[in-house]
């Protein structure tokens, strides 16, 4: 199995949709060929349409406001005594997280199409509260699927789709989480697809969805090349970047631009779930080396039984609450051009309470993941060592969680 | 010689009626009574589709979903499900038997060993709902070399062009999704529509046997009575669900609806 140079990941996959001839694919009911090969033909046409990109940048720009910031954590640096420890503030897009650069992207292409209705699933309610702010600026009805365990520990965005109009249905079926929301979307489609445009949240689900979301999260990591080049002159020579893995949509972005690079020089770093430390259960599949197997219409490592049914995952993280991974992922992982580890439930807060001690910065559960593995790597790291976090979302939506475990004097500054 | 299923399509026309195909999840409610309906029901329906259970069906609505929860909760396994059909097939009035069901479940088994326990067991055709064409190219022609029936789908969306292609790549019968649905929608689309459109598959591939499932009840059933064959699914689950909440014998209320369903197409 091999990377290509020079031709974007997304568009490495084969006729039929494998990434290295096996992850990915389309594994959908025969109603779903026909919007899907619509879409793809229309996708393929339009990411090479100067006018479309146009349009993109104008939304990114002047909507979503990019680019984010790319900060030094000076104090973090400091307190750990080892590599420069620098984030990327992808949370400072519209919204707070990078699930609106997906989203924009979606509803552009629905508009195009003609659809009038799009729906979407969720699992920290970040894709969801971001597709309704997209919906409602280009002016489509919304319907947002949501685990109802999620529902009720995210409710900051629940109460934001709300307000944005769309209509958020709780799924109540299995773990009541992210899987099954998006099992319920990818049901409601097949009952709608003549009328509806389906966006899925993450880089998972039938190929062309995972290519969609891979496109439009690159965003990231190309403003970050700039922003790398502006301050040391050119790409670090030692670069290391750190990203939490649910579906894998922030982690693509934030590594696209850099695919090329020698790991060496550039390294990418994934981190996963490991759900609560005394817990078997965790959403960590390339962690702890799951089976190949199909879910939501790829193929991915995915945590099952023997007999392939889906297993159950926990996570203190609703975002990362998963028990796939997206085709893209298993492809980096299996060529090697990515490193995968997990985090914990106590490590990710136990993150965050460092990163808000010492920064002026609050990241949300799921980078915290990230930010545990960095700032614990970071200490053998050289001075010359760049290291980057992508701090993918705000912790104004984890509130509760956050009071419940640590107090009150963590949520107070909200 | 003609396969079981072909065989069940023939004996049915000569009544002049449609194939009556039931649907029913291996291990509804456990492993023991869903054998007993299958053996009630064998004495009306003439194909059986068993349910292979999945969680994270993406295809299947509330009912079956609902089937399928409570089989898996149970403790049903792979495993369970062949000796289900073996001893379903050691029964006097036994009828032939099609696989429904995900695709990961097949793969999780390996293809060539699953086919293998297919044979030993009896299942004569399957269904796999997330291995559309031509992604299941390989797969139906090694179904083929085992002579077992794999069935192609065909939905309202299907292109004609596709559907030239799919239905020269399938075997004898070929499943025609009514409607833009998950199973157990509401018959949507006027049973006018359907024929029409089922007329057309027949005319490009007038050999096959093509049967029509969504949608179809007691209530709709009788529309479509100059048909190969018609699949009745989430109604009879949901008769389980509702005998069981009712504390009735499901394989008793199953099987007087599956006799009144024959009753409405003889
Ligand atoms: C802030 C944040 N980070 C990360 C994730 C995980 O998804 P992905 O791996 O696709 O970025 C989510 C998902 O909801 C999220 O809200």
Not at chain 2, 82 to 103: A, E, Q
Not at chain 2, 192 to 202: G, Q
Request: charged share 25%; aromatic share 8%; net charge positive.
């Amino acid at each position: 199995m091999k990377l290509k140079k020079g031709i974007p990941v997304i568009d490495q996959g084969d006729r039929l949709g494998f990434w290295g001839g096996k992850f990915g694919g389309n594994f959908v009911p025969e109603t779903l060929k026909k919007p899907i090969e619509d879409l793809e033909i229309q996708f393929n046409k339009l990411k090479n349409d100067k006018n479309f990109i146009k349009e993109r940048d104008k939304y990114f720009k002047n909507w979503i406001g990019t680019p984010t910031r790319f900060i030094k954590l000076d104090n973090l640096t400091k307190h750990v005594g080892g590599a420069q420890i620098w984030s990327k503030v992808v949370s400072d897009a519209n919204g707070g997280a990078h699930k609106i650069y997906n989203a924009t992207v979606h509803c552009l292409l629905a508009k195009r199409s003609g659809k009038k209705v799009i729906i979407g699933d969720t699992g920290a309610g970040y894709a969801g509260k971001m597709l309704s702010m997209a919906a409602k600026k280009f002016g489509l009805k919304c319907k947002i699927f949501m685990g109802a365990k999620d529902i009720k520990r995210q409710q900051p965005n629940v109460k934001a789709m709300k307000k944005n109009g769309a209509d958020v249905v709780p799924v109540y079926s299995g773990s009541q989480t992210l899987v099954d929301a998006v099992s319920e979307c990818m049901r409601y489609w097949v009952a709608n697809c003549d009328t509806t445009a389906m966006c899925v949240g993450s880089t998972v689900g039938p190929a062309i969805f995972v290519r969609i979301c891979g496109w439009s999260t690159s965003q990231i990591s190309r403003e970050l090349k700039v922003q790398l080049i502006n301050e040391f002159g050119e790409v670090p020579k030692k670069l290391k970047l750190y990203n939490c893995v649910g579906g894998g949509s922030s982690s693509f972005g934030f590594w696209n631009e850099f695919m090329d690079y020698d790991k060496k020089q550039v390294e990418f770093i994934g981190v996963e779930a490991g759900g609560p430390t005394k817990s078997k259960r965790h959403a960590a599949p390339l962690t702890y080396g799951s089976k190949i197997g199909i879910l939501h219409g790829a193929a991915q490592y995915v945590n099952q039984n023997g007999d392939g049914q889906i297993e159950e995952t926990e996570s203190i993280s609703a975002g990362l609450d998963y028990p796939g991974i997206s085709p893209l992922h298993c492809f980096l992982k299996d060529t090697k051009r990515a490193r995968y580890t997990a985090a914990s439930d106590e490590e990710a807060l136990k993150a965050y309470q460092i990163v808000t001690k010492y920064e002026n910065l609050r990241p949300s559960l799921e980078p915290s993941h990230a930010f545990f593995v960095a700032l614990k790597e970071s200490k053998r790291f050289s001075k010359d060592t760049i290291v980057i976090i992508n701090s993918c979302g705000d912790a104004y939506k984890d509130r509760g969680i956050l009071e419940q475990k640590l107090g009150k004097k963590y949520v107070k500054s909200n | 010689m003609l396969n079981p299923i072909s065989l069940a399509f023939k004996e049915a026309k000569k009544e002049k009626r449609p194939a009556l195909l039931t649907y029913t999840v291996a291990g509804d409610s456990s492993k023991k009574q869903s054998l007993e309906i299958l053996k009630e029901i064998s004495n009306y329906a003439d194909i059986l589709e068993v349910g292979v259970p999945h969680n994270t069906p993406v295809a299947d609505g509330g009912q079956i979903q609902t089937s399928a929860y409570r089989a898996i909760k149970n403790g049903i396994k792979m495993n369970d499900i062949f000796k289900i059909v073996r001893d379903f097939k050691k029964s006097k009035n036994s009828k032939p038997v099609i696989f429904m069901g995900y695709y990961n479940m097949i793969f999780q088994y390996g293809e060539n060993n699953f086919l293998k326990k297919c044979k030993k067991s009896g299942v004569n055709g399957l269904i796999v709902v997330d291995l559309p064409w031509p992604e299941n190219k390989i797969f139906s022609k090694k179904c083929k070399k085992n002579s077992i029936n794999f069935i192609q789908l065909l939905s309202p969306t299907t292109s004609n062009k596709r559907l030239k292609s799919i239905t020269k790549d399938s075997h004898d019968m070929i499943y025609y999704i009514s409607m833009l649905s998950t199973t157990g929608g509401k018959l949507k689309v006027s049973p006018k529509k359907i024929l029409a459109n089922y007329n057309k598959i027949k005319k490009i591939s007038p050999k096959k046997n093509c049967v029509i499932g969504f949608g179809i009840t007691e209530k709709t059933i009788s529309n479509f009575k100059n048909t190969d064959g018609l699949v009745v699914g989430s109604q009879i689950c949901k008769e389980i669900t509702r005998s069981l909440s009712n504390r009735q014998n499901p394989v008793i209320n199953v099987s007087k609806m599956v006799n009144k369903l024959r009753k409405k197409i003889s």
